[in-house]
């Protein structure tokens, strides 16, 4: 096995990785900081993907407060609010580098200021945007920074195990496959960030990457890390729908287009939002992804079953200008965004829930740090859109700034041997079976996306969830009984699915039980045998972690650090 030694590894490319590694360059540039990256660097990850925007308080009649509060209310009290006034504050901080620091161009107003959208379930129009292709020029800028530096870079190297120390007090390294000849390397270092950006790809429409499968909560969960806010899965509510033959399916249609007052009708053409919320089209993202799946049940749908977005109204010119990679998006799948009508279903987008961390990005494992959609606690039950890439680039730099100066008077650990022993068996269990192929694993898949969208989807019960805690277990036997070939190793994609399987079952057995152990209504989360959001004084977050043989959950309280559930931070609130 190769075997590399680095001070600062980092796991994954998005905003969240890449604004880690330079900021720990920046701190400390003698420091070895190594990228290791499932995918190619600025290739990859969600966080390329981001249309809307990047929100923060920049307006003069805006605020940190009120960002801060439609954070806090938005996650129904369940945010750690010291975390959520971190994202906040430094958001500021992080737009102005973005700009100033690292050449990001976003789209300005006449006047020269910094043109900020709207975006659903916020009191301020704050969301800074390049187009509808945001995360293209952010991560495209970051890329070139880091290419621009003495980095180093693992690209198309999947991290499969968090190794420790043989008395198991702190992280020695971390266990690889290079996807490109099959071998497996060890990478010891003095500080490991997880930044492998969760993904709820287990769900049958789903928005993320294919990298995204979950790698490093699965991880987590193996060290024995505590995983918060696990049931609250964010759905988007206009994923394109354009028939299963198409990956386009599920793909996201941006919140932009609520915001600028696009409609959403059923299958005889009619708006149908104000039943369910004054807001309309512009509610949060959970009521609105609710209303569309209480439409859809009640049959009235599109041909392909799910509901239509309108821009028309809006004047066919003025979309097209302003949703320009939106209308090309769906002219591909031969549908006119612009002037006629788009067929869509809510769609997988978001974990809110990660590994709980502190404001310094450490967490209970020493020598690991954690950022960005891997990491819990920021969102609470809900994520604001453009609240996502302005965690993960906040957060990014924090644990860049921490981890070089954790590194200062830290050695490289002896790893347990036995334990990447172990490592190594269970990701060749498919190999050691003999010859297969993907058959299998489709069935699987299938079975799994159906799991998820029925039973722990949008709207959930006790019954179903615990049919689905039986069926969940069950996929997870079927996945250790699959045989695959163990022939050539080079990107032998039918292994690495096996691999995202397993990932992806492990995790959505605690989305699963978290469900379960939640009985109230919050945010993402509704349970249709317990609709009420509770007492918000009460409020508390979900704790899941393996311990030996079986996963423990425990209902944790939320401290209200900054402010108490009927009050506000603004001023002039009542
Ligand atoms: C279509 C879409 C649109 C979005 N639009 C917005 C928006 O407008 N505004 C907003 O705020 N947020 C948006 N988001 C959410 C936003 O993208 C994420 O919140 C954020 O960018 C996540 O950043 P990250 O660095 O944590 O993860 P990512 O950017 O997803 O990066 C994860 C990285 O980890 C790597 N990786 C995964 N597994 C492994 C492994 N086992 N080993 C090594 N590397 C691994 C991946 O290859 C990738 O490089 C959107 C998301 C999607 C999917």
Redesign the pocket.
Known sequence: MQSLDTDILI???????LFAALHAHKASPDLRITV????LLGK????????????VALAAEDSVERHFMDTIEGGKWLPDQELAWKLVTLAVERIHELENELGCFFDRNPDGTVHQKAFAGQTFDRTVHKGDL??IEIINRLAEQVWARRIARLEE????ELVKTPSGDALAGVL?IDMRSGEYVFVRAKAVLL?????PTMYKYH???G???C??LAMALRAGLALRDMEMVQFHPTGLLAGSHTRMTG??L??GLRGAGGYLLNGARERFMHKYDPRGERATRDIVSRAMFAEMRSGNVTPYGGLYISMGHLGAERVARDFKGMVERCADCGFDLAGGLVEVVPTA??MMGGVEFGQDCTTALPGLFV????SGGVHGANRL????????TVF?AVAGDAMAAWVRDQGLRRPDQPAIEAAVARCETPLKRGRGGAGGLNSVREKLYETMWERVGIVRDAEGLAAARSELAELDAELDSQAIADGNRAFNLTWHDWMNLKSLVSVSRVIAEAALARQDSRGAHFRSDFPEAGPLEQSAFSSARWAGTGLELHMKPVTFSRVRPGESLLKNAA
């Open positions: 796991l994954g490319s998005g905003g969240a990785g290791a990256v499932k995918g990859c990850g969600c966080t390329r993907m981001v249309q809307g925007g990047f929100n945001t995360g190297h999947r991290a499969v690889f930044a492998t950006g969760g993904g928005t993320p990457s990298d995204k499968s790698d490093g793909t996201v941006e919140e987008h978001y950022a960005g959609e891997d859109g453009g609240n996502g890439v302005a965690n993960s990014g």
